[in-house]
Structures are given as structure tokens and as C-alpha cells.
């Protein structure tokens, strides 16, 4: 069936400016990470991007290497646009690709260089069916490649029209530091950065926002929910349909721990109180903070879409309830 957009599409969704640049960003951001590969079924995760635009949500999130097989979620994404979102509809969207990760066999196939990152920015535009892709990531940082040089082919890929913005991943405070100043001095900014970062991983707290708050650099947090462990998924056991259940899902079963177990079913318990779902919760507890941009979240379903947008019907926290949550975050692990 042919799809036309909701008319108000726009009037319930937030949209935050990227750090200190023009560009603004829904409050939530949709991942294809895991659900949208060759492995997966194409009308389910058809129906989460249409249903993800209709809800206000402007930014798609890729990498060269989601699947399985890598690629394949770069593929589907570009034969949904095609499908779904021609015409003028391209200029509502913000798609970012990645590069980073092994794509392809040989020393050009991962990493920072230069020939891998122009190379591999190439064959996501031709999989996507793109013309440009609005922001590209370098995915994770090269120990080994000149920082000088990586940041040089992200400068190439804006001005050879590729990629209008360019952002990080996965770098730490220091390596985002250095990154940035190399970027500016090239005369394309670093706009964003995606970490990690939910109730369960808080290492951007030890210093990298205050550096992307300093520098003007907005923040994507990847894995809010921890890959679905701060929801309800896994109160009742390992659902056969699950991440954690998946041969190829990066959630393993042993991360579901007693100690874990333990903390999310607390959690659960004060989200209840706030009239919210723990995913809902968890949503919101990261979107506080000021310097946080957008959240990105991967869903599995359109009903687990829907549970996360009402995320934005409660944002605020009192301070008792702020002391709960981080007592509860701060129990030590059991025996
Ligand atoms: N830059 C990087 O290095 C990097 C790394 C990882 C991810 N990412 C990006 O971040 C995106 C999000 O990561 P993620 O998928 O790990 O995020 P996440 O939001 O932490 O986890 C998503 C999973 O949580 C479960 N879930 C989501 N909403 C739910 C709800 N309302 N109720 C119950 N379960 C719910 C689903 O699990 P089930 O599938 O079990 O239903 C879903 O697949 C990725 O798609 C990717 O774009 C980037």
C-alpha cells in the first residue's frame, strides 16, 4: 500500500538543537542496528519507519555494517526510501552512515584510513540509493592511522558534497578533544557524538560531556535502554523472540544477571510509580541533561515504538525520586 505521511506528523515531537549548530534533531532517533537486516522480516521494520515519521521522528541512524549480513540494513533502509519516501520527503530526513568496523576482507576494509572511509561511504550511498547522506560517523577510533588523516576524509566526504555533517563515535574524552580541534581547523565541525550511554553505562559521565558541551558538539547516546534490558522484556525470563534470545543479537543471556535482574525490576518499580513503563523511564532520565540531543533507540516492533515516544509525555524528575534511581544504580554486585 502506498504510504502518505501523517499531516501531523510534527506537532507532538521535540526537536533539539545539535549542540551549538543550525541543525535540530527529534528528541528520538530510530537505529537499524538490529531489526532491519537480511535476517529480519522487511514489512516489520517498513512499518517502524513509517511509523517512526509519522510520529515526528526525522533522524535514521546506520552503519555500513548493520545486518546481518553487513549492509543488508543499508539495502532494505534505501528500498524503504524508494518505496515510501520519494519526492520531496528526503529533505524532512536526517540519515547518518558509519564507518569503522570490518566491512570488507583486506587491510581497506575497517578502520580509520582514508581509502577505507571515502571507499566505504561510497557503497553506503550506492546501497541506500543516496546522492548524500546528512551526517557521516567515523564509528570507533584507529590506534593506528594519523588522526590528521581521518579527520581529512571526513572533511573530504562534505566537500565533495557526500556527507553534509560529520560526527564521532565511540571516542573518548581526550580523542574527541584532539578530533574536534583537527576538525575545525579544517573548516568542518564535528556536530555529533554517539556514545554509549544509558542508566546501566554512564562512562560519558567522567568527562566527554563536558568536553561536547564545551566544544558545542550535541550527543546521540547509543543503547539507551541497554539493548533492551532497562524494559520489561526480561522481567519474566528470556523471551524466544528476544535480542538476548538471537543467535546474532549483541545482547548475551550471561549480561542478564541476578545483580541486574535485581536492579531492573527496582527500577521498574519506580517507573510504575511515575506512571511510566522502565523503558519510558529510561528514556527520559538521559534526555535531562541539557547536552543530551537525541536519544537513540532501536525498537523491534511498532508497540515498542509507541511505549518509547510517550517517553516525551514525562520528562521531569523530582530530586527523591533522582536519589532513588541512583541508589539503585549504585547497588553493589551480589555474591
Ligand atoms: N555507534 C555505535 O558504536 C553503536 C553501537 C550500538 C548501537 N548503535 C546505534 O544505536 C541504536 C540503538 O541501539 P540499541 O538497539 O542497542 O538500543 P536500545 O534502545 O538500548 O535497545 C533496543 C532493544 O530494546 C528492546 N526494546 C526497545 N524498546 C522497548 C520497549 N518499549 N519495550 C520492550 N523492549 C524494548 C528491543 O529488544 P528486542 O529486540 O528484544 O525486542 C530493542 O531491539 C542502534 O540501532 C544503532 O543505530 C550505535
Same mark, same amino acid.
Given at each position: 500500500?502506498?504510504?502518505?505521511?501523517?499531516?501531523?506528523?510534527?506537532?507532538?515531537?521535540?526537536?533539539?538543537? =545539535?549542540?551549538?549548530?543550525? @541543525?535540530?534533531?527529534?528528541?528520538?532517533?530510530?537505529?537499524? #542496528?538490529?531489526?532491519?537486516?537480511?535476517?529480519?522480516?522487511?514489512?516489520?521494520?517498513?512499518?517502524?519507519?513509517?511509523?517512526?515519521?509519522?510520529?515526528?521522528?526525522?533522524?535514521?541512524? @546506520?552503519?555500513?555494517?548493520?545486518?546481518?549480513?553487513?549492509?543488508?540494513?543499508?539495502?532494505?533502509? $534505501?528500498?524503504?526510501?524508494?518505496?515510501?519516501?520519494?519526492?520531496? /520527503?528526503?529533505?524532512?530526513?536526517?540519515? %547518518?552512515?558509519?564507518?569503522?568496523?570490518?566491512?570488507?576482507?583486506?587491510?581497506?576494509?575497517?578502520?580509520?584510513?582514508?581509502?577505507?572511509? @571515502?571507499?566505504?561511504?561510497?557503497?553506503?550511498?550506492?546501497?541506500?540509493? /543516496?546522492?548524500?547522506? !546528512?551526517?557521516?560517523?567515523?564509528?570507533?577510533? !584507529?590506534? !593506528? *592511522?594519523?588522526?590528521?588523516?581521518?579527520?581529512?576524509?571526513?572533511?573530504?566526504?562534505?566537500?565533495?558534497?557526500?556527507?553534509?555533517?560529520?560526527?564521532?563515535?565511540?571516542?573518548?574524552?581526550?580523542?574527541?578533544?584532539?578530533?574536534?580541534?583537527?576538525?575545525?581547523?579544517?573548516?568542518?565541525? =564535528?556536530?555529533?557524538?554517539?556514545?554509549?550511554?544509558?542508566?546501566?553505562?554512564? #562512562?560519558?559521565?567522567? &568527562?566527554?560531556?563536558?568536553?561536547?558541551?564545551?566544544?558545542?558538539? +550535541? =550527543?546521540?547516546?547509543?543503547?539507551?535502554?541497554?539493548?533492551?534490558?532497562?524494559?520489561?522484556?526480561?522481567?519474566? $525470563?528470556?523471551?524466544?523472540?528476544?535480542?538476548?534470545?538471537?543467535?546474532?543479537?549483541?545482547?548475551?543471556?550471561?549480561?542478564?544477571?541476578?545483580?541486574?535482574?535485581?536492579?531492573?525490576?527496582?527500577?521498574?518499580?519506580?517507573?510504575?510509580?511515575? &506512571?511510566?513503563?522502565?523503558?519510558?523511564?529510561?528514556?527520559? #532520565?538521559?534526555?535531562?541533561?541539557?547536552?543530551?540531543?537525541?536519544?537513540?533507540?532501536?525498537?523491534? %516492533?511498532? $508497540?515498542?515504538?509507541?511505549?518509547?515516544?510517550?517517553?516525551?509525555?514525562?520528562?521531569?524528575?523530582?530530586?527523591? *525520586?533522582?536519589?532513588?534511581?541512583?541508589?539503585?544504580? &549504585?547497588?553493589?554486585?551480589? +555474591?
Amino acid at each position: 500500500m502506498s504510504y502518505i505521511p501523517s499531516e501531523s506528523r510534527y506537532d507532538s515531537m521535540l526537536y533539539n538543537r =545539535c549542540g551549538r549548530t543550525g @541543525l535540530k534533531i527529534s528528541a528520538l532517533s530510530l537505529g537499524l #542496528w538490529h531489526n532491519f537486516g537480511g535476517v529480519d522480516i522487511f514489512e516489520n521494520g517498513r512499518a517502524i519507519i513509517r511509523a517512526a515519521f509519522d510520529a515526528g521522528i526525522t533522524h535514521f541512524d @546506520l552503519a555500513n555494517n548493520y545486518g546481518p549480513p553487513p549492509g543488508s540494513a543499508e539495502e532494505n533502509f $534505501g528500498a524503504i526510501l524508494k518505496k515510501d519516501f520519494g519526492g520531496f /520527503l528526503r529533505d524532512e530526513l536526517i540519515i %547518518s552512515t558509519k564507518a569503522g568496523y570490518g566491512m570488507w576482507p583486506g587491510p581497506y576494509g575497517e578502520w580509520g584510513s582514508r581509502k577505507y572511509l @571515502l571507499s566505504s561511504l561510497d557503497q553506503s550511498l550506492k546501497r541506500m540509493g /543516496l546522492e548524500y547522506v !546528512d551526517i557521516f560517523y567515523h564509528h570507533r577510533p !584507529d590506534p !593506528d *592511522t594519523p588522526l590528521e588523516e581521518t579527520m581529512g576524509a571526513l572533511d573530504r566526504a562534505v566537500r565533495s558534497g557526500k556527507a553534509l555533517y560529520v560526527g564521532l563515535s565511540n571516542y573518548t574524552a581526550e580523542q574527541t578533544r584532539q578530533a574536534a580541534a583537527i576538525l575545525k581547523s579544517l573548516g568542518t565541525p =564535528c556536530i555529533i557524538h554517539q556514545p554509549r550511554y544509558s542508566m546501566f553505562d554512564r #562512562w560519558v559521565e567522567g &568527562g566527554l560531556l563536558d568536553v561536547l558541551e564545551q566544544e558545542g558538539i +550535541g =550527543c546521540i547516546p547509543f543503547s539507551p535502554l541497554a539493548q533492551g534490558m532497562l524494559t520489561n522484556r526480561y522481567l519474566h $525470563g528470556i523471551p524466544a523472540d528476544s535480542r538476548a534470545a538471537k543467535p546474532h543479537g549483541f545482547l548475551k543471556t550471561e549480561m542478564i544477571t541476578e545483580h541486574r535482574l535485581a536492579q531492573i525490576k527496582a527500577l521498574h518499580e519506580i517507573a510504575h510509580s511515575r &506512571g511510566q513503563s522502565l523503558s519510558q523511564m529510561a528514556i527520559a #532520565w538521559l534526555l535531562k541533561d541539557k547536552r543530551i540531543t537525541t536519544i537513540l533507540i532501536g525498537v523491534s %516492533s511498532v $508497540g515498542q515504538l509507541n511505549d518509547n515516544l510517550n517517553s516525551l509525555q514525562n520528562l521531569s524528575f523530582d530530586a527523591d *525520586t533522582l536519589r532513588k534511581i541512583e541508589e539503585i544504580l &549504585g547497588w553493589q554486585t551480589m +555474591g
